[in-house]
């Protein structure tokens, strides 16, 4: 049978391939978009929807400041020198695709809004942005997608709340701001069950634009087609082999092909040969399809890969109660009345930092006293004010207790005796807190100290918004696992999105984006939507590279 051909082949339907996949059918190319599951979307879908994008037109006409040198100052502060993977090429390539990337979705009928005060999770440093850069998509009604609709991957959460929403929507049993934005979202999921919509907000409300507007380009865009392997000719990648539907295919590229299909999150052979152990595909919020073939197929090619060993960390307290992926615990930890410790009660790390340093700060005091899991300590004052995962203010349910996961006690000894903490350190460490509390300042780890720490905090406290004692029983402990919303390593790429080998010469016909691709910023995350922005944005260059 005779190869399918096509101008650009796509491997994967995250935001990074599908908007590839748009950019290349304007640019008058014919591409194929493939996804190995029968859902389109990605972990893009069950992701926050965010991007950033520094310099953004939607600051520009809000006023917000910022610039070009100001965005590549803030990438550099992270990027390693040697880092073949983050070069100052591709930097300054990203940060001049954006304008283009807020155009073309703009153009096709994307409604774009800015989350003001979302701000980068380092706004501290040269560079750093404290009002934000991230953009986020209005809430969507997957029904405008007809029959797809049912391939669609729908989100993992039950509100339609867009990612800049919950700082104010956790504050719904302490402030007006809170109470008004619940009404607001409650009133949104009421509106769209009486007139028969689906909504679908965050990554999924940016994935079903992104998928509508690709269907309504005639897009060539299959499901269950998974990639085996890459097809070369005198060491140019000119296709694939796929197994669509069940049985084996060959599609040629006569421009090139995009591999944009995550990383190797639910691959644990992998990950205990690249990371560091305590390691497992159990804590991770990618999608099921993050399983690492893409990476081993572009590393059989010749590609250098880059950062193998780190992921986009976070924490995640077990429950089997809440959803799958909705166990995320990261907000909660900015808050007032609670601070994360090890084993020996004592603490080691600012809470409020970006999830990507609060687990990273897991593993290296798990080198010291066991972190891996640690726990979140907080009193009643936390439980009757904020939500905690999905856990209303002033609960906390019986089955999460009954797993084990959850403790409870009267005193704070009693608390750590029953989560194996050392009951002196534990004593201490709430003792120090306390008297740091009451005059607002965390004079060890600096909880507080910068926009982002305060961006979750709860508005209602002052002088530090995230800070306030523990001292009112019963006392509560979280077992905190360290987690992963992907991993971060893959192959090296160069400014226009091409795979390069160890050598730094570039693969011809091969392109890479999102979390199979090394990051631009090495191991940082470097503010809301660093991932998903990059990945949108090397789509683009990539296809674009291909349609030149």
């Known amino acids: 049978m005779a ?36 859902l389109i979307g990605g972990s893009s879908a069950l992701s926050g929807g965010v991007l950033w994008l520094p310099n953004n037109q939607l600051m520009q006409r809000e006023g917000v400041a910022d610039s070009r040198e100001a965005a590549l100052t803030y990438i550099a502060n ?21 304008a ?21 999770y380092y706004d501290t440093l040269p560079g750093g942005n404290a009002r934000g850069r991230a953009l986020e998509a209005a809430v ?20 339609p709340a867009r990612a800049s929403e919950p700082a104010k929507l956790m504050l719904m049993n302490v402030s007006w701001a809170g109470k008004m934005k619940a009404a ?19 990554g999924a409300a940016l994935q079903g634009r992104l998928l509508e507007i690709a269907l309504r380009l005639d897009c060539d865009i299959r499901v269950n087609a998974g990639l085996l392997d890459l097809d070369q000719e005198g060491g140019k990648v000119v296709g694939a082999r796929l197994k669509i539907d069940g049985r084996e295919e060959h599609i040629r590229a006569r421009r090139g092909v995009l591999v944009s299909a995550g990383g190797f999150a639910r691959n644990t052979a992998m990950r205990q040969q690249y990371q560091k152990a305590p390691i497992s595909d159990k804590w991770t919020h990618s999608n099921e399809g993050e399983t690492g073939e893409a ?44 601070v994360v410790v090890g084993a020996d009660g004592q603490r080691f790390v600012n809470e409020a930092q970006s999830y990507m340093e609060v687990g990273r700060a897991c593993y290296a005091r798990n080198e010291v006293t066991k972190a891996i899991p640690a726990w979140a300590v907080m009193d009643q004052q936390h439980r009757k004010r904020y939500v905690f995962g999905y856990a209303m203010p002033g609960k906390m349910p019986e089955e999460w207790i009954a797993q084990g996961n959850i403790k409870v006690a009267d005193t704070i000894e009693g608390l750590a005796a029953k989560c194996g903490i050392d009951p002196a350190g534990l004593v201490a460490t709430v003792g120090r807190w306390n008297a740091m509390s009451a005059k607002g300042v965390d004079e060890d780890f600096g909880k507080g100290s910068s926009a982002y720490n305060r961006y979750y905090g709860d508005t209602t406290i002052s002088p530090n918004p995230c800070m306030g004692t523990i001292e009112k029983g019963p006392f509560w402990a979280a077992l905190l696992h360290v987690g992963d919303v992907g991993t971060c390593g893959g192959a090296v790429t160069d400014e226009h999105a091409r795979v390069k080998r160890p050598d730094g010469s570039v693969i011809e016909g091969l392109y890479a984006a999102g979390n199979c691709a090394s990051p631009l910023a090495g191991p940082y995350y470097v503010a809301s939507g660093h991932s998903i922005g990059c990945s949108a944005v090397f789509g683009m260059i990539a296809a674009q590279h291909m349609a030149s």
């Open 140 to 159: 969507y009604d997957a029904n405008r997608l007809g029959a797809w609709k049912d391939k669609f991957r729908p989100q993992n959460f039950p509100v």
């Open 100 to 120: 283009p990337l807020v155009e073309l979705y703009e153009s096709q009928g994307v409604p774009l809004l800015r989350c003001d005060g979302y701000s980068d």
């Open 184 to 202: 607001e979202v409650g009133w949104r999921a009421v509106w769209g069950k009486l007139t028969g919509k689906s909504l679908r907000s965050a």
């Open 78 to 98: 992270f990027a390693p020198a040697d880092d073949p993977g983050s070069t100052l090429a591709r930097r300054e390539a990203f940060v001049d695709a954006v």
């Open 3 to 38: 190869a399918t051909e096509c101008d650009v082949l796509i491997i994967g339907s995250g935001i990074g391939g599908i908007t590839a996949t748009i950019q290349a059918k304007l640019a008058g190319l014919e591409p194929i978009l493939c996804e190995k599951l029968p």
């Open 295 to 338: 990476i081993q197929a572009m590393t059989g090619a010749g590609a250098a890969l880059g950062w193998m060993d780190e992921s986009w960390w976070t924490t995640s307290v077990e429950n089997t109660a809440i959803p799958v992926g909705s166990n995320q615990i990261i907000p909660e930890l900015h808050k007032p009345h609670v």
